[in-house]
Every structure is written in structure tokens, then in C-alpha cells.
């Protein structure tokens, strides 16, 4: 399971490879994108690009490009489904607490029903 900070760093390397075997990414790009949702540091974004390369998610490999440093970055088969696990894990949740929300309704009924026949 990804946390917050990764599935958003993962979104981003997902737009960046989408269409593309690889790619090249600045962690300076990515700090940028995250920058209005969290406040990353490069040595807390090196690590969660490491976490997601042990997920499976993705292939990295840390370069120089003209003396500043690059991810060089590849969709494995798992990060290539990133966004269809996105939209299952957000489908599922709005099942569960519809379904929470039905089951409440029905109890709070019977609830009603018992105290008409009982009193």
C-alpha cells in the first residue's frame, strides 16, 4: 500500500512515462509538482522513488545531467496499472460507505419499528 506523499509522486511519474518506454526526471520537477500539496525534501523523494522501485512500480536508475542529478525512469507492468488501482481503490470506497450509509438507514428503521410495537 502506498502512502499519500507516494501515490502522488507516482502520479507524476505516471504522467511523465505515459506513452514512453522511460523517461528522464529532475528531482526538481518533482518537488515542484508536489510543492502545493506537500513540502518534500530531496532526500525524502530519492527515498520514496526507492520505495516504489521495490514495489515494483517502477525501474530507476540516478544519473548527472550536466552536473545536476536525474532519475532515469520506467514503467514496470504494476506501475503501467497505477492509474486503473486508483480508480478501483476510489470505486471500492464509495461502494463501502454506500453500503455503510444503507445499513445505518435500515437499522435506524427497525430501530423505529421495535419501539411502535413495543410501546
Known sequence: MLTLKEKYVMEYVYQKCQGKKSCLIS?????SYTADK????PDELEKIM???SYDNYIELF???KKGSPVF???LKLKGEGFHRELTNNK???LITLG????LA???ALIGVLVRLIFM
Request: proline letters at 4%.
Open 27 to 31: 528531482p526538481r520537477e518533482i518537488i
Open 62 to 64: 540516478k544519473s548527472d
Open 105 to 107: 438507514i435500515i437499522t
Open 91 to 93: 470505486r471500492n470506497l
Open 99 to 102: 453500503r455503510t450509509c444503507i
Open 50 to 52: 526507492t520505495n516504489l
Open 38 to 41: 506537500y513540502v518534500m525534501y
Open 72 to 74: 532515469c525512469v520506467s
